[in-house]
């Protein structure tokens, strides 16, 4: 995730997704004690009552898992769950994932020309929210969520004020529902978009490559290649047919060294791989969805109601600068932050032709859960080429489709990304 904050040209992570780290050199120490109480030296008041926490990495499982905040103090973090003894490792974490609301609070109301949450009590302004980011309405028990259906599941935030969140691209056309007897919860992530301006972050990394030894005689006498100066250029994300999903990510680099055998490696930080359940096409994608943008209706009818394969690409338009007398390159410039993509669709008719013809304006969005976690990608305005009808005898028809992503800036003035995604630390069951 590092990289990809590069890739999309500086990065913002909401304030809603408080985290607080046990264990290791210069962070929260702490225990869990038979009180129910996560404890450490201090920072544990950036949680409030009410709110989702998840907690992983503990050693003993039954302190993982997500707990409801009952109270909070710089050095205890009370929950309403059970918990056992133990002094927490470094992988111990707890990220805030959404609110549980007061019963009766949150409400829906459709009388404006979008969907809203409305709340007495809750402030929405105090979640960290951004407009263009994704929310997840409603937990797993009775009475965490509306009770009509229509009005759970993913949504898009549209603008945000203390008592009303107006919402788009909702899962399904949401209704009129006063809260009655439900405390709905509320389940928000970690958001990643692209910046402009002075908001952009820029890393260079150094790329290792061992090499091995020079000889038998020599084991630990490891050889390595580096790529200094290197900026993330290129990512892609494949989506095929029932199969896993796989990315890759390209890199420009203004110069290279290398290391012998007898010279040490450089010093330097090397991440661990962190290992991951891989998300299959087939059963972990919630949703995916192509749709003609639509001001007044947060539900239109998708373009298509199948996908066959789909490939989603970023690319910065790296190039190195080079010049007379320098080996390799001085510097490395970004230009241009592009976002496109290709997609087969299995054709439904000819609404998704007459979009490619009447450059319609498009969006996209979709969700990827496993394991209670997931993934969003939103890309709030694209226009489609190709569009021509594959026609085959004994084969159904597909339509081709190529995308071109451009800031959302004129759907709405604070939209003004290109592409957003959404980290999901938890989810409950049903989202998937």
Known sequence: QTNMQDLLQGFFFADARTKVEFGGAGEITGVVTATDDYTAASGLDAFVVGDLVFAAGFTDNANNGLRVVSAATATALTV????????????????????????????????????ALTSTTLDFTTLGLVPGEWVYIGGDDTGNGFTNAANNGFARVKSIAATVLTLDKTETTMVTEAGAAQSVELY???????????????????????????????????????????????????????????????????DNETVDGPTSLKTGTRPALLEADAFNTSSDFARIKLAIVNATDAAPDPLFAFVTELTLSINNNVSPNKAVGVLGAFEVTSGTFEVGGDLTAYFANVASVQAVRDNSDITLDMHMVKANAGVTIDVPLITLGDGRPAVEQDEPITLPLNMAAATGAKIDPNMDHTLLMVFWDYLPDRAG
């Not at 490792?89 to 969907?115: F, H, I, Q, W």
């Open 80 to 115: 309403g769950e059970n918990l056992v003894d133990e002094t927490p490792g470094a992988a111990a974490t707890l990220v805030r994932v959404g609110v549980v609301t007061d019963v009766g609070d949150l409400e829906v109301d459709v009388t404006g020309a979008l969907p």
């Open 188 to 254: 928000f992530g970690r958001v990643l978009k692209n910046e402009t301006g002075t908001d952009i972050v820029r890393r260079t990394y150094q790329l290792e490559r061992t090499l091995g030894a020079p000889d038998d005689a020599s084991p630990a006498n490891v050889q390595a290649e580096y790529i200094t100066g290197a900026v993330p250029g290129e990512f892609t994300l494949n989506v095929p047919t029932a199969d896993k999903m796989t990315a890759s990510l390209a890199f420009v680099g203004a």
